[in-house]
T-cell receptor, first 116, second 114 residues
Framework: EAGVAQSPRYKIIEKRQSVAFWCNPI?????LYWYQQILGQGPKLLIQ????????DSQLPKDRFSAERLKGVDSTLKIQPAKLEDSAVYLC??????????????FGPGTRLTVL | AQSVTQLGSHVSVSEGALVLLRCNYS??????LFWYVQYPNQGLQLLLK??????LVKGINGFEAEFKKSETSFHLTKPSAHMSDAAEYFC????????????FGAGTRLAVHP
């Protein structure tokens, strides 16, 4: 089966610009996650969707970050305006359901964002 | 709050030597525990997981980990390192709030030299 797809793979922007990332999860996976991985740190969950509804966005900086999952399939994550500290790899993952014990999360290759 | 500590941000071993990557967790309830591997420019891949069955868990590529409740540890081992094991390894614990969220450690980069 095809894996989680993400685009673009790399993006360089100036601070205060906006940027969007796209994720296509594995077919049939109801749960979709966006993680932020800052250099030297582990991934941190930004937002979790179950179908097209938000389950957890407690760590999403809502003043500048937004995400949507239209029709419960593809998802986009947007940053507007970007700050220097947003430089990171943004990982998308999907799983059949949300219980982590019985539903493996499959990760995409990530989008590496550099904010200058 | 849940947390995961990985001792040693960098570990270097010789090919054929034992690999030991350390992970300690803090949790007030029995957690689920995971090890992931990340190769350069790739996403994370699940190596193995502990979900309250056997305390010694075997994973892919010859890795295994042992859950020790008394030590709040879940160290990852492999008897004999291979060059292809060079990667970054992340330990993760399930969130106390509902087992729908993973909390990751900072990662350990494993180097394998000839």
């Amino acid at each position: 089966e095809a894996g989680v797809a993400q685009s673009p793979r790399y993006k360089i922007i100036e601070k205060r610009q906006s940027v969007a990332f796209w994720c296509n999860p594995i077919s049939g996976h109801a749960t979709l996650y966006w993680y932020q991985q800052i250099l030297g740190q582990g991934p941190k969950l930004l937002i979790q969707f179950q179908n097209n509804g938000v389950v957890d966005d407690s760590q999403l900086p809502k003043d500048r970050f937004s995400a949507e999952r239209l029709k419960g399939v593809d998802s986009t994550l947007k940053i507007q305006p970007a700050k220097l500290e947003d430089s990171a790899v943004y990982l998308c993952a999907s799983s059949r359901l949300g219980d982590v014990a019985y539903n493996e999360q499959f990760f995409g290759p990530g989008t590496r964002l550099t904010v200058l | 709050a849940q947390s995961v500590t990985q001792l040693g941000s960098h570990v270097s071993v010789s090919e054929g030597a034992l690999v030991l990557l350390r992970c300690n967790y803090s949790s007030s309830v029995p957690p689920y525990l995971f090890w992931y591997v990340q190769y350069p420019n790739q996403g994370l891949q699940l190596l193995l997981k502990y979900t309250s069955a056997a305390t010694l868990v075997k994973g892919i590529n010859g890795f295994e980990a042992e859950f020790k409740k008394s030590e709040t540890s879940f160290h990852l081992t492999k008897p004999s390192a291979h060059m292809s094991d060079a990667a970054e390894y992340f330990c993760a614990v399930s969130d106390e709030g509902g087992y729908n969220k993973l909390i990751f450690g900072a990662g350990t980069r494993l180097a394998v030299h000839p």
